[in-house]
């Protein structure tokens, strides 16, 4: 049979052979490791003074968490897989008229850390895809409960009247406006009148944002007033206000310019108040899952931030790829496509495209039982979020299943009076939402924690990354709100760490060892702070201070060390440049490893112990998308913003400075007066390792005079504080 031949097929997947290799160096790296673990437990067992006890015992601690952190890694590495999609085959297997619905979620919650232009080409993008339009809504939540971002909306359904159009005549492939108008795009009288228009328009909404409020003469009827007139009650303010629901476009009533139907475009605010949690994203994720199962329920959710756009006009066709194969259907929970980010730097000095989190270890949890859940790109069954595959759990009513058929207009009263209840602050009083249906609440980092727990029930993900990216997104550009972002993952991951949930107990009993370790993996990351403080400082003091703490070169273990370090180093640099990363990639990604673990790690175990001790309490911190032009220019040129005088520095700058003095002076004294390389080459092996990372503090101390130098005021506080610690060091250690 010819078809036999041909055989065409919606999607394929195919084992990594790397796997095997990854499997020999495995276990020779943990016969290593867990020599080197019997060599410290031996060591410490023999100290003989209290001192020598504290270092082995320190060095013995760090060793064993990066051992373990090792060890999670692992279930990356076993079973490595890669997925292609035919999308072109699609219609072979599947109609266009029997696509199934999609319901498309994209967040924002501050229209002045998130411009509402911004968030407005988010949504046009994903609103011109290639896709039956009358099966397509999409639903934005505005936790800033803002004016401001309602009228950039109402100006974007205008304005998507002419752009949907254009896009699917011109097969436009750039769907966000402002990437297709940033690009080199053919100028034609067409083109250039749809520039014009969309200028204004974001001139208009760019004028509105300056004067904070939405002005009469912006307003151009009767219906925009009355919706506006909402946030002009008196006692309106973001953290307490009613719900605003705004039904911007009805797909069975609104027309594009060419007549032809629009998806429908639903602005959703919902209620908040000040005595009741809202529970951050998560929160205004169940709202809207709500507020769209009243309207649509359409059986398939993509969320979105409203920092990453639609990258690609087709990818629904490609999710549709797995959707549509039975074989895979009855477990499946979601699809996970990649972050990927526009505007990095040429060497990611932040280590924002986060290739490990994103694109090398999800593959890898990909041929276990599925990738995480990282927050957007995804594209969940709804039928997820109500109990796992073969344990369904009911809601309160029947109309915010996953079952129930919507038989009313968008527009009918009804409708939006329960839309408005469902999105009420204290709706979710009492009931499952949270904890066994939709996004799950108690952590800060709300997107692992959800697919984790749809995991346990038993559902299965599939992780999607085609060649073309699907979104793009934006990066933090300054080192601040990139440790702040970090900081408040730490948070989030030790939550679940050390929940009744945690990986370590109920995943590695609910989905087995691999996967429970995958998970660990993630949770446990803060806690790499406490090798990568303690590797940052002690050897460094100790050298200063004459005191071995490693083999002696001359020693076999040695080579010990030689092996895990070089080992994991090489490892890790292979399997970055191999997934097209550039060495200098790598490089700003390992060193920023040592940084976080150096800040935002460190100070997210404090603040998360602080927290769990009652003396504080943390919110979701939402990373600043505003672009200020010197800090960008600064950005692309690869160089450190510091800048604000910010406690997460202090560390960083004690480590910089003490390594320079120990590499340097104690290099001097040590090895040229007393020729003792042989005793202390770790030492100063670390020491110069750090120097060597820290070159870009030295030259935001030192060299540099710009807004993003380091304060000097840091600088003050760190060269006393290394001071204060070598005075200590040297009693202590001279004892
Ligand atoms: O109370 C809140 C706080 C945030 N958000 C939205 O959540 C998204 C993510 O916030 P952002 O400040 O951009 O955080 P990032 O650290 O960049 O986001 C990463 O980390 C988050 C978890 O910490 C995930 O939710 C995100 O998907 C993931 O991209 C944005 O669209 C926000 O508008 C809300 O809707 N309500
Ligand atoms: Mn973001």
Same mark, same amino acid.
């Given at each position: 049979?010819?078809?036999?031949?041909?055989?065409? /097929?919606?999607?394929?997947?195919?084992?990594?052979?790397?796997?095997?290799?990854?499997?020999?160096?495995?276990?020779?790296? $943990?016969?290593?490791?867990?020599?080197?673990?019997?060599?410290?437990?031996?060591?410490?067992?023999?100290?003989?003074?209290?001192?020598?006890?504290?270092?082995?015992?320190?060095?013995?601690?760090?060793?064993?968490?990066?051992?373990?952190?090792?060890?999670?890694?692992?279930?990356?590495?076993?079973?490595?897989? #890669?997925?292609?999609?035919?999308?072109?085959?699609?219609?072979?297997?599947?109609?266009?008229?029997?696509?199934?619905?999609?319901?498309?979620?994209?967040?924002?919650?501050?229209?002045?850390?998130?411009?509402?232009?911004?968030?407005?080409?988010?949504?046009?993008?994903?609103?011109? +895809?290639?896709?039956?339009?009358?099966?397509?809504?999409?639903?934005?939540?505005?936790?800033?409960?803002?004016?401001?971002?309602?009228?950039?909306?109402? &100006?974007?359904?205008?304005?998507?009247?002419?752009?949907?159009?254009?896009?699917?005549?011109?097969?436009?492939?750039?769907?966000? =406006?402002?990437?297709?108008?940033?690009?080199?795009?053919?100028?034609?009288?067409?083109?250039?009148?749809?520039?014009?228009?969309?200028?204004?328009?974001?001139?208009?909404?760019?004028?509105?944002?300056?004067?904070?409020?939405?002005? %009469?003469? +912006?307003?151009?009827?009767?219906?925009?007033?009355?919706?506006?007139?909402?946030?002009?009650?008196?006692?309106?303010?973001?953290?307490?206000?009613? #719900? *605003?629901?705004?039904?911007?476009?009805?797909?069975?009533?609104?027309?594009?310019?060419?007549?032809?139907?629009?998806?429908?475009?639903?602005?959703?605010? /919902?209620?908040?108040?000040?005595?009741?949690?809202?529970?951050?994203?998560?929160?205004?994720?169940?709202?809207?899952?709500? *507020?769209?199962?009243?309207?649509?329920?359409? =059986?398939? *959710?993509?969320?979105?931030?409203?920092?990453?756009?639609?990258?690609? @006009?087709?990818?629904?066709?490609?999710?549709?790829?797995?959707?549509?194969?039975?074989?895979?259907?009855?477990?499946?929970?979601?699809?996970?496509?990649?972050?990927?980010?526009?505007?990095?730097?040429?060497?990611?000095?932040?280590?924002?495209?986060?290739?490990?989190?994103?694109?090398?270890?999800?593959?890898?949890? %990909?041929?276990?039982?599925?990738?995480?859940?990282?927050?957007?790109?995804?594209?969940?069954?709804?039928?997820?979020?109500?109990?796992?595959?073969?344990?369904?759990?009911? @809601?309160?009513?029947?109309?915010?299943?996953?079952?129930?058929?919507?038989?009313?207009?968008?527009?009918?009263?009804?409708?939006?009076?329960?839309?408005?209840?469902?999105?009420?602050?204290?709706? &979710?009083?009492?009931?499952?939402?949270?904890?066994?249906?939709?996004?799950?609440?108690?952590?800060?980092?709300? %997107?692992?924690?959800?697919?984790?727990?749809?995991?346990?029930?038993?559902?299965?993900?599939?992780?999607?990354?085609?060649?073309?990216?699907?979104?793009?997104?934006?990066?933090?550009?300054?080192?601040?709100?990139?440790?702040?972002?970090?900081?408040?993952?730490?948070?989030?991951?030790?939550?679940?760490?050390?929940?009744?949930?945690?990986?370590?107990?109920?995943?590695?009993?609910?989905?087995?060892?691999?996967?429970?370790?995958?998970?660990?993996?993630?949770?446990?990351?803060?806690?790499?702070?406490?090798?990568? $403080?303690?590797?940052?400082?002690? @050897?460094?003091?100790?050298?200063?201070?004459?005191?071995?703490?490693? =083999?002696?070169?001359?020693?076999?273990?040695?080579?010990? +060390?030689?092996?895990?370090?070089?080992?994991?180093?090489?490892?890790?640099?292979?399997?970055?440049?191999?997934?097209?990363?550039?060495?200098?990639?790598?490089? #700003?990604?390992?060193?920023?490893?040592?940084?976080?673990?150096?800040?935002?790690?460190?100070?997210?175990?404090? &603040?998360?112990?602080?927290?769990?001790?009652?003396?504080?309490?943390?919110?979701?911190?939402?990373?600043?998308?505003?672009?200020? %032009?010197?800090?960008?220019?600064?950005?692309?040129?690869?160089?450190?913003?510091?800048?604000?005088?910010?406690?997460?520095?202090?560390?960083?700058?004690?480590?910089?400075?003490?390594?320079?003095?120990?590499?340097? +002076?104690?290099?001097?004294?040590?090895?040229?007066?007393?020729?003792?390389?042989?005793?202390?080459?770790?030492?100063?092996?670390?020491?110069?390792?750090?120097?060597?990372?820290?070159? =870009?503090?030295?030259?935001?101390?030192?060299?540099?005079?710009?807004?993003?130098?380091?304060?000097? /005021?840091?600088?003050?506080? #760190? $060269?006393?504080?290394?001071?204060?610690?070598?005075?200590?060091?040297?009693?202590?250690?001279?004892?």
């Amino acid at each position: 049979m010819a078809f036999a031949t041909t055989n065409p /097929r919606l999607h394929s997947l195919r084992w990594l052979r790397r796997r095997l290799l990854n499997r020999v160096f495995a276990a020779a790296y $943990t016969a290593v490791i867990l020599a080197l673990l019997y060599h410290h437990a031996l060591t410490l067992f023999q100290s003989t003074t209290f001192k020598s006890f504290c270092i082995s015992f320190t060095i013995f601690v760090s060793d064993i968490i990066l051992a373990y952190m090792w060890s999670t890694t692992q279930s990356f590495r076993m079973n490595p897989v #890669s997925r292609q999609e035919y999308p072109e085959n699609l219609e072979i297997f599947l109609d266009r008229k029997d696509f199934p619905a999609m319901d498309i979620f994209i967040c924002t919650a501050d229209p002045y850390k998130e411009p509402p232009v911004n968030v407005v080409n988010t949504a046009l993008s994903v609103m011109a +895809y290639d896709f039956p339009t009358e099966k397509l809504s999409v639903y934005v939540s505005d936790d800033g409960g803002s004016e401001l971002t309602l009228f950039a909306f109402m &100006e974007a359904a205008e304005f998507a009247r002419i752009w949907l159009p254009f896009c699917k005549e011109n097969n436009i492939i750039k769907r966000c =406006p402002d990437a297709y108008f940033s690009s080199n795009y053919a100028q034609n009288p067409k083109t250039l009148e749809i520039k014009m228009k969309y200028d204004s328009m974001k001139t208009r909404v760019e004028s509105v944002v300056e004067k904070g409020k939405v002005s %009469d003469e +912006y307003i151009s009827n009767e219906k925009q007033h009355q919706a506006l007139s909402k946030y002009w009650t008196k006692g309106f303010t973001r953290q307490s206000h009613p #719900s *605003v629901i705004q039904v911007l476009l009805d797909t069975k009533n609104d027309k594009d310019i060419t007549e032809n139907s629009m998806p429908n475009l639903v602005y959703v605010s /919902r209620e908040k108040s000040k005595a009741t949690p809202h529970h951050f994203k998560a929160g205004a994720l169940n709202a809207l899952l709500r *507020v769209s199962s009243i309207m649509t329920n359409a =059986p398939i *959710v993509l969320t979105l931030d409203c920092d990453m756009y639609s990258n690609d @006009p087709s990818t629904l066709q490609r999710v549709l790829c797995y959707i549509s194969d039975e074989s895979i259907w009855p477990n499946l929970g979601y699809i996970q496509i990649p972050q990927h980010y526009h505007g990095l730097n040429k060497t990611d000095i932040y280590a924002c495209e986060h290739k490990r989190l994103y694109q090398l270890n999800p593959p890898g949890m %990909d041929g276990l039982d599925g990738p995480c859940y990282v927050g957007t790109g995804c594209f969940f069954r709804r039928l997820a979020f109500f109990g796992g595959p073969s344990s369904p759990v009911e @809601p309160e009513f029947p109309e915010i299943g996953p079952n129930y058929i919507v038989n009313k207009p968008i527009m009918d009263q009804e409708i939006l009076d329960q839309a408005q209840q469902v999105s009420g602050c204290n709706y &979710e009083n009492l009931s499952s939402w949270g904890s066994k249906i939709g996004f799950r609440y108690g952590s800060l980092s709300e %997107d692992y924690y959800t697919g984790y727990r749809l995991q346990c029930e038993g559902w299965k993900s599939i992780f999607c990354d085609p060649n073309k990216p699907a979104f793009l997104g934006d990066v933090p550009i300054s080192l601040h709100d990139v440790l702040n972002q970090n900081k408040r993952w730490a948070v989030g991951l030790l939550e679940v760490g050390f929940s009744k949930y945690s990986p370590l107990t109920f995943g590695i009993q609910t989905m087995g060892i691999l996967m429970g370790q995958a998970y660990a993996h993630y949770a446990f990351w803060p806690i790499w702070s406490v090798p990568v $403080t303690v590797y940052a400082f002690l @050897p460094s003091l100790t050298f200063l201070n004459g005191i071995p703490i490693f =083999p002696k070169v001359s020693d076999p273990w040695f080579l010990a +060390y030689i092996f895990l370090f070089l080992g994991a180093y090489v490892q890790d640099c292979l399997d970055f440049t191999l997934a097209k990363g550039t060495f200098l990639r790598w490089w #700003s990604d390992q060193r920023f490893w040592l940084i976080r673990g150096l800040s935002s790690y460190l100070f997210g175990s404090i &603040e998360y112990i602080t927290k769990i001790l009652g003396i504080s309490t943390h919110g979701f911190n939402v990373t600043s998308k505003v672009v200020d %032009d010197e800090q960008s220019k600064r950005y692309n040129q690869g160089i450190f913003e510091f800048g604000v005088e910010f406690p997460m520095f202090v560390p960083l700058a004690m480590a910089a400075i003490l390594n320079l003095i120990a590499f340097f +002076y104690g290099g001097i004294v040590q090895i040229f007066k007393e020729g003792n390389l042989d005793g202390f080459f770790v030492q100063v092996f670390i020491a110069g390792f750090g120097v060597l990372n820290c070159l =870009p503090i030295y030259e935001a101390m030192v060299l540099r005079s710009d807004k993003g130098r380091m304060p000097t /005021r840091i600088t003050i506080i #760190s $060269t006393l504080l290394v001071g204060c610690l070598c005075v200590v060091a040297s009693f202590v250690l001279k004892i």
